[in-house]
């Protein structure tokens, strides 16, 4: 299913995260980078709870449980610096892998299976183009666009 150096892609997204939060004078505390990592685990979306059950289990004894508010704080964290993207149709998250400059905004545009759960980002450019052209011809600023195709991956319609 992975078809690439997953090590390398960890890597990579953790070095950038740093370089990004650095930039913004964003803190990433250890907590908000386990959630990175937890996400950058595979490329699929997790919701908060799944999130929250694995941190709980690679907590170290002595430690202090994490709860809610901390994993939904350290997404929003996230979400803000563009790490990571929400799923709005499943409430869930999954770590961006569009490779791009620390200032760089892009629109996300996630192509997430329903049979394996896989997510593949894209860059959505013509689309989103003319989607902001649609809406400046009758007045409408867009401020927030939701991308996501539901569908089966390359690799699920081998099986
Ligand atoms: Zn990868
Ligand atoms: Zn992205
Ligand atoms: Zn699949």
């Given at each position: 299913m992975l078809s690439h150096d997953h090590k390398k892609c960890i890597n990579k997204s953790i070095n950038l995260a740093h370089k990004i939060a650095n930039s913004k004078a964003a803190k990433l505390t250890p907590q908000r980078l386990q959630v990175l990592r937890i996400l950058l685990a595979g490329h699929k979306a997790l919701g908060a709870y799944d999130i929250l059950e694995i941190m709980r289990e690679q907590q170290s004894e002595g430690q202090s449980r994490p709860q809610p508010p901390t994993v939904y704080r350290a997404l929003e964290f996230l979400l803000n610096l563009n790490l990571i993207h929400k799923v709005e149709s499943q409430n869930s998250y999954y770590a961006c892998m569009i490779e791009k400059d620390v200032n760089e905004q892009h629109l996300a545009q996630a192509f997430i299976?329903?049979?394996?759960g896989n997510v593949e980002e894209k860059i959505a450019e013509t689309g989103a183009r003319n989607l902001y052209e649609k809406a400046d011809s009758f007045g409408f600023k867009i401020e927030h666009v939701i991308m996501e195709c539901r569908g089966i991956c390359a690799s699920c319609q081998l099986v």
């Open positions: 299976c329903d049979n394996c």
